[in-house]
T-cell receptor, first 114, second 113 residues
Framework: AQSVTQLGSHVSVSEGALVLLRCNYS??????LFWYVQYPNQGLQLLLK??????LVKGINGFEAEFKKSETSFHLTKPSAHMSDAAEYFC????????????FGIGTKLQVIP | GAVVSQHPSWVICKSGTSVKIECRSL??????MFWYRQFPKQSLMLMAT?????????EQGVEKDKFLINHASLTLSTLTVTSAHPEDSSFYIC?????????FGEGSRLTVL
């Protein structure tokens, strides 16, 4: 079984401030981990993913995430928030790597305050 | 550019009617596509896996006769919501895997009056 917990359904940051979106997972086997972004009334876009290898993963739009096995975490960060970062962010896990078995978190809505 | 496209983006229908949503893979063949449902302020829930040339695989609790899936070609999967009711109002999203990544359609918002 696998699951994803996103802490904080809403996060507000000031423009230029650090963005930190938290994600913890559980998986019985080495996980594949993903972060997706969703803008209103749109589908999901992949920000970054971790499969194997380097635990610090860099994605698009200046985002990065670090896989910490000991903490079962995969938090998403960005040094400086931009207004265009306002969106909903979903963490996801796939224990087998198979796409039909991707489990999504409940999502975190990021608000950027000017 | 988009590699998976959904149509329509918005649809409003009367209760009791059927609605068809299309999901197309652009410039690549998708033998498998996935259909999700997303309620307001909730995550995506996998409804079914669409398989080209064979029957779709439905997740537990999803009514096969209610949500008809057809994957007639390598670039097109359709989801038909039959005899729609207001509780079927939701955001429906499809996705297709390509080169190690899942690509999502733009989503289709269904409102049943």
């Amino acid at each position: 079984a696998q699951s994803v917990t996103q802490l904080g359904s809403h996060v507000s940051v000031s423009e230029g401030a650090l963005v930190l979106l938290r994600c913890n997972y559980s998986s019985s086997v080495p996980p594949y981990l993903f972060w997706y972004v969703q803008y209103p009334n749109q589908g999901l876009q992949l920000l970054l993913k971790y499969t194997t290898g380097a635990t610090l993963v860099k994605g698009i739009n200046g985002f990065e995430a670090e896989f910490k096995k000991s903490e079962t975490s995969f938090h998403l960060t960005k040094p400086s928030a931009h207004m265009s970062d306002a969106a909903e962010y979903f963490c996801a896990v796939s224990a087998s790597g198979g796409y039909q078995k991707v489990t999504f978190g409940i999502g975190t809505k990021l608000q950027v305050i000017p | 550019g988009a590699v998976v496209s959904q149509h329509p983006s918005w649809v409003i229908c009367k209760s009791g009617t059927s609605v068809k949503i299309e999901c197309r893979s652009l410039d690549f063949q998708a033998t498998t596509m996935f259909w999700y449902r997303q309620f307001p302020k909730q995550s995506l829930m996998l409804m079914a896996t669409s398989n080209e040339g064979s029957k779709a695989t439905y997740e537990q609790g999803v009514e096969k006769d209610k949500f008809l899936i057809n994957h007639a070609s390598l670039t097109l999967s359709t989801l038909t919501v039959t005899s729609a009711h207001p509780e079927d109002s939701s955001f429906y999203i499809c996705s297709a895997p390509r080169t190690g990544e899942l690509f999502f359609g733009e989503g289709s918002r269904l409102t049943v009056l």
